[in-house]
Every structure is written in C-alpha cells, then in structure tokens.
C-alpha cells in the first residue's frame, strides 16, 4: 500500500505540535512529533465517530492518558475539523479552547480530561467496563471500542497496576491500549529509573500485547486490525518510537531521542525550529497549515464515517421497532436523568450507624436504577455496599450482567474507572474507609474538574474505628473535602457535594441528594457506628425534619425566647450536642439553638437570611466535631469556637476514646460553660 500521503499527514501533526508550542513558548513537542504516526493512522482509518455530532452514542472513544501531549491530539482534531487554526495558534492562552493539558470537551473530540498521568487509561478502562455493562443488557448491535494512548510515565504510575490488572481479569476485548514506548522521560532516558519488561507484565495481567516499530505507518495498520480482530482479552499495541522525530539542529544534524525535546520548544531543548518545519515539509513562515493532499485525504477519511454511522443508526432504528421498552429504559440512560424514588418508603433500622443506613438505601437501588453500577475496594461487607450486592451480582470475567464491580484492594485505580464509568453514562457508586480517601483524592479532583456526577461512600468516618488505631483513624480528612466544597468549578458552582449525615433519616435525604446532583461528584461521609435518631419536631416525623438538609444546615431543636447558645455540629456529634442541650437546659437554664450542618459549601449557598436563621450572627456558638477544629471553624465564625481533634487518634475502644477525647454530653457541657464565660 503507499502511504506517502499517510506520512505526509503524519508529518503534518508534526509541524503543528512543534509549532504551537514553539508560538507558546510553552508545551511538550517530543512525544507529539513521536506518535503522530499512530494518531494520524488511528483516527483517519480505525476510529469510528460521527463528525457532524461528536457525541454521537456509538461512537469510538479515545482516552489520552500523558495530556502533555494535547498538541498531537489538537493537531489531529484540526484535521477533522472540530479545532480550527486559530485554535491551535492560541494554544495555552487565556480563554483559548487549547488548554495545556486537554480538559473535557465532547464536542469537539476531547472525552476526558488529561494531565495527572495514569488516570486517562484507567478511565478507558472504566469506559470500557460501561460499554459492556450497556451491550449486555440491550445487544451488541451497540458495541464499541475503547482506544486509549499510554506513555512511559503513565505505565511508571501506580495506578497502571490496578488499571492493568482488573482489564485484564475482566477480559476487556473491548480496550485497546497504545503504548507510546520512546525510552525518554521528562528529566532522563527510562533505562535510568527502570529495567521492567513491559510486555511480560500486561501479559501476565491477561492482556494479549504485540511490539511494533510505531513510526512505521504499515506496523501500527496491521496491529489496530488485530486489535480489531475476535480477541477475548484486552490488547496492547507497544510502539516503540522516537522521540522529536524529525527535528534538526541549526546545522542540518538530527535532533531526535533527545530528553530536552520532551517538555519545552524545540528551540530551547536545542534543535531549530525553522530546519525542523523545513525537513518535515513545511514553511517555516506559515507553519499553521493543513497540506492540500491531507485535507484530502481526512475529506474521504470522514465520508466514509459518516457512512459507517448511517449504518449504525439504521441497526438503531431497526431494533428500536423490535424494542420498544428497551428502548425506553435505554434513552432514559443516555438522557443523564435518574428516576424520580420515593425515599419515604424506605424501611430504615432506627438507631443504627449511618453506613448501616445506607446499605439499606443502596438495597433499593438494583430495582430502581438500571445503570447504577457500585464499586468497593474490597470492604463491601464493612462499607455496607453489600447492600447493594445482595440485590445485585458481581460483574465477573466475561460477564458483565451483573452491576457490583469487586475492585480489589485499589482505591485510586476504583475512582478513576468510576470517573471512566461516569464519561459513559453510568451512575457509579464506590465505597471504602473514610481514611482511604486519601489514596482517592487525585481522581475525586479529576471528578470535580470533569463535573461528573460520581458517588463516593466513605464509611468508618471518625476515631471512634477504635481498635484499628491512629492509621484507620480519620482526623484530617473531613477538613480536606470541606475545601472541595469550597472550591469553584468553571461554572462557579461548588466542585463537590460533601455529606455527613447525622442519623438515618439524614443519611436517606443524602442520598435523594447524591442523586439529584448530577452536575458534580458527591461524598457521603458515614459512621461505622450506631448512632442516636435525632428527635423530631413536635407533629412531625424524623424522615420529613431531616428533609431540611438539602439546605446544607438546619435548626434541629430551638428553645422559645432569646436563644443564649447555638451548638453545631454534624454526623454522630449531632445526637451527642442534643445531649448537652439537654443537660444546659436542665441544670442551667440556658437556652439552647441544635444545628445539624450536613454540607457547610450548600448552607453558604443559601440567602444571608437562611443563614442567619440558622447561626445567628449576635450569638455565641460552640462547634463539635469529631476531626480537625478547622472544618468548622468557618460555621461557629467569631462568635464561637470548636471542640475537635489536633491530634491523632489512638488504639483503644470507641467508647474509651470517646471519654479521653472529650466527646462525652457531661465533659462538653463544661467546655461549653466555661466558654459561655
């Protein structure tokens, strides 16, 4: 076959990463000047899509893993048109459509947000799980593939490990992984930090892996139709490719396989930009050019798409007539809408730990939530997503009819594919200790800055996990997710929804609020033990006062008058300050405000009346909660103070603890007196 105009093409991608960069003063040319051989061969022959509507359903998805590389996916997408030159001439500028790194925009081609490497493969893996989960329950009429692009540092990450070993046990054919093998890292050659044999490790996970000369246009074509062709395992194309490929010094000597060129201009690394753009074809003048015989050549390529999608709808339109209530439960899952649910009608064990709570909610789910799928690091019996399982099954190797992934002990690898299952219209729940949200903060960030409306039960919530002692113990994290809240997305919303209910009847309404908030990731913060109902208001009901969440804080007891005292708190510390409200009443006559404050970031998003109401600004107000004072500090203001934890915990009993920490109603009302003086 000639591919002369597949390379010209290839060089095309060339000219116009290194010269975005180059314009910028800013960027990572190497890598993109590398693989825009497999980019170019990927998306102009095997990458089916709708160019008239990026969103198409069906469509292909392509995941980049090192976003460093965005000027090699921007250059591509010029060429199919959703990006145009000025686009890419404004590439990291303020306003720009051409971010750094590439940030979610369906749109125009781009399926995910790229940057913290190892996380835009994992995703691909959590889209390809998605993928399955639909075909199986509405045909494979319906299936499509999953290309994601690697580079060495994504593989060096951590996270490779999970991503790799769950698609692999899975048997993902549906996921095809290009490895982008140049042997340089940003600061030195691989054979400095590594000796693994990367071929070996994948095929020990289960994934079938072919090595090929990834410049080499007829290699990289043969090894995307085998990808393509009846596999039953994930498949890993290893292109080894080098890196600036096609960059010159001032002299006419190579430039190629240099560090330097992987993360700044290429006229800083060392080489010239002019003799580069020269050798690969183009006018140093007017770099920002797509060759006649290119568009040519992506002209035919989108044809033939739009053919291929006419075919697709054609299968869609027939087996919606032979389909009718698939096809409503199916359009009701790409709208993105979740089913209205009545959450009186749950039966919740009174008194209980809010994690027990919840797994009784996720119980309901199965049948009212077709493309819920829940996830847990291996405690769903301990982060009570059993609940879910036992209404459900397990998605296992090569069947994925079930709708509870077991993600074995990995709590980055499960929120990243959570965030890849919510790119592809799925609810995803995932589930692990409170304390182990550490390990997750990086992919709840991702979440956040996608937007994606993911869900994360996060039980054990406090010091009182006990005999586990100070390493199971969270004190700090609470503090850190309440700055989550605190932080604006790009549309000035809060980046997430952070939920410690206080008792069951809160943890129902959490829940009705997790799923009613599809615009941004929700955290559910639960107790691991049992914790006291709150008391309803005189002619109400527990289920109808603690409605009042979804304002993020409200007045769980008043006492008439002039209010004396305000007590705030959330999760288990509210049943403890009714106490104390309790005994200042009693013994001292003082007239007490209960505030149960379930998200602080939604309190502050209601009118300054609201909360004003709530936490009056003339009146003293004392804090409790179980973790760093800081995550209430902001609520008790200037008037008040807080009683948490500056320290970690310690190994001993719930209740031991309870006492030594000062989280008993007795020692509290003294604390809370000799503030009041």
């Not at 010209?8 to 910028?24: F, P």
Request: with cysteine; net charge negative.
């Amino acid at each position: 076959m000639d591919n002369t105009v597949q390379i010209k093409a290839a060089d095309n991608i060339r000219i116009l990463s290194a010269a975005m960069v180059e314009k910028s003063n800013s960027g990572h040319p190497g890598g993109a000047m590398g693989a825009a051989d497999y980019i170019n061969i990927l998306y102009s022959e095997f990458l089916n899509f709708n160019p008239d509507d990026m969103a198409w359903p069906f469509r292909d998805r392509f995941f980049l893993d090192p976003g460093h590389m965005s000027p090699m996916l921007y250059s591509v997408l010029t060429m199919v048109g959703t990006y145009t030159m000025e686009d890419i001439k404004n590439f990291r500028q303020w306003g720009s459509v051409t971010p750094g790194h590439p940030e979610l925009d369906i749109k125009r081609g781009i399926e995910n947000t790229s940057g913290p490497l190892g996380q835009g493969h994992t995703m691909a893996v959590g889209a390809a799980i998605a993928e399955k989960f639909l075909s199986s329950r509405f045909g494979d009429w319906m299936s499509h593939k999953m290309y994601t692009f690697i580079s060495d540092g994504g593989i060096q990450e951590e996270i490779s490990q999970g991503a790799g070993r769950l698609a692999g046990y899975l048997g993902l054919n549906n996921l095809v992984m290009f490895f982008d093998s140049n042997d340089i890292q940003l600061s030195t050659e691989v054979d400095a930090v590594t000796v693994e044999d990367t071929a070996k490790k994948y095929e020990a996970w289960g994934w079938q892996v072919l090595t090929i000369d990834g410049n080499d246009t007829d290699e990289i074509r043969e090894a995307l139709k085998k990808s393509n062709g009846k596999n039953e395992k994930p498949f890993l194309i290893i292109g080894k490719t080098i890196m600036g490929k096609g960059a010159l010094t001032e002299t006419g000597n190579s430039f190629e396989r240099q560090v330097s060129t992987h993360g700044q201009p290429i006229s800083k690394a060392g080489a010239s930009s002019e003799k580069t753009i020269q050798n690969l074809g183009g006018d140093p003048s007017d770099p920002f050019v797509i060759f006649p015989e290119v568009k040519e050549l992506y002209v035919k390529s989108l044809d033939e798409k739009r053919k291929a999608v006419a075919l697709k709808n054609e299968q869609f339109a027939q087996w919606k007539t032979k389909n009718p209530e698939l096809t409503l439960r199916l359009e009701k899952i790409m709208s993105g809408n979740v089913p209205e649910i009545d959450f009186s009608t749950f039966d919740i064990k009174p008194n209980g730990a809010t994690r027990g709570a919840s797994g009784t909610i996720l119980g309901y789910f199965p049948n009212l939530i077709e493309n819920m799928v829940v996830i847990s690091a291996d405690l769903a019996n301990s982060d009570k997503t059993d609940g879910f399982l036992k209404k459900s099954k397990a998605i296992t190797s090569g069947d994925f009819s079930g709708a509870f992934l077991h993600a074995g002990v990995s709590e980055l690898t499960m929120a990243s594919i959570a965030n890849g299952m919510a790119l592809h219209n799925l609810i995803p729940v995932c589930g692990t200790f409170f304390v182990f949200s550490d390990y997750m903060k990086p992919a709840v960030r991702m979440a956040a800055l996608m937007e994606l409306p993911v869900k994360y039960v996060w039980t054990h919530d406090s010091f009182r996990v006990g005999e586990d002692g100070p390493t199971h113990q969270p004190v700090e994290q609470e503090a850190q997710l309440r700055l989550m809240e605190k932080l604006k997305n790009h549309h000035g919303n809060n980046s997430m929804m952070v939920l410690r209910p206080a008792d069951g009847a809160e943890t129902l309404v959490a829940w009705q609020m997790a799923l009613g908030n599809t615009t941004t990731p929700t955290g559910l913060i639960l107790s691991r033990q049992d914790v006291m109902d709150l008391p309803s208001v005189n002619g109400s009901d527990r289920y109808s006062d603690a409605k009042q969440s979804d304002k993020g804080a409200y007045v769980v007891q008043t006492d008439e008058g002039t209010i004396d005292l305000v007590l705030v708190a959330s999760g288990s510390e509210v049943s403890t300050i009714v106490d104390v409200a309790g005994l200042l009443r009693k013994e001292n006559g003082i007239k007490v405000q209960v505030v149960s404050a379930i998200s602080e970031g939604i309190f502050r998003n209601q009118t300054k009346e609201y909360q004003n109401k709530v936490i009056p600004a003339n009146v003293p107000v004392y804090g409790v909660t179980a973790g760093l004072p800081a995550t209430m500090e902001s609520l008790v203001g200037a008037n008040g103070t807080v009683h948490g934890l500056d320290h970690f915990g310690y190994s001993a009993p719930a209740k031991v603890l309870d006492g030594k920490f000062g989280f008993s109603a007795e020692f509290l009302k003294t604390k809370v007196l000799e503030f009041l003086k």
